[in-house]
């Protein structure tokens, strides 16, 4: 993968927990749909996109954290909604990104594709990007307020 330039989107902010709706937001992942981006496939795995891939240089991929089914990639997308891990931008009733967090405590990040269908595409952090640190802490945070 092609090296960054070092800069990030210093706009991106978790929702704070005391305004996250948890039940709002579980029944908003059970509307979302994960539409996928050839730019961070390699292996095109069952997204059906077209082109069915295209990896660029700059982007990271889904392959190298072995999401290749639209089924697990749906399955992340909708545990970082229900786990109040979603951007404080809203386009409409959708958060503008969403986070999640793998077995494995890699980070992932969802952009809103269309607010229309409440589709999105994702893929992992990279590992030079502070962010991530913060998400894998909210992670362990609201993952312990979701089972309580």
Known sequence: MKKRNG???QKRKILKIKECDFKELLQLS???QYGGNPEHKRNPGDFNLTPPSVPRAAKSLC???QVFSKKEA???LRKGIKTGLVSDRFEGQWPKNVWSVMDDET???AQLESAEQGAYHG???QRDDPFGKEVIKQWRIRSELAKS
């Open 63 to 65: 392959d190298t954290v």
């Open 74 to 76: 749906l399955y992340l």
């Open 7 to 9: 800069k990030y989107n």
């Open 107 to 109: 980070p992932l990040e």
């Open 30 to 32: 059970f509307q979302a």
């Open 123 to 125: 893929y992992p952090m």
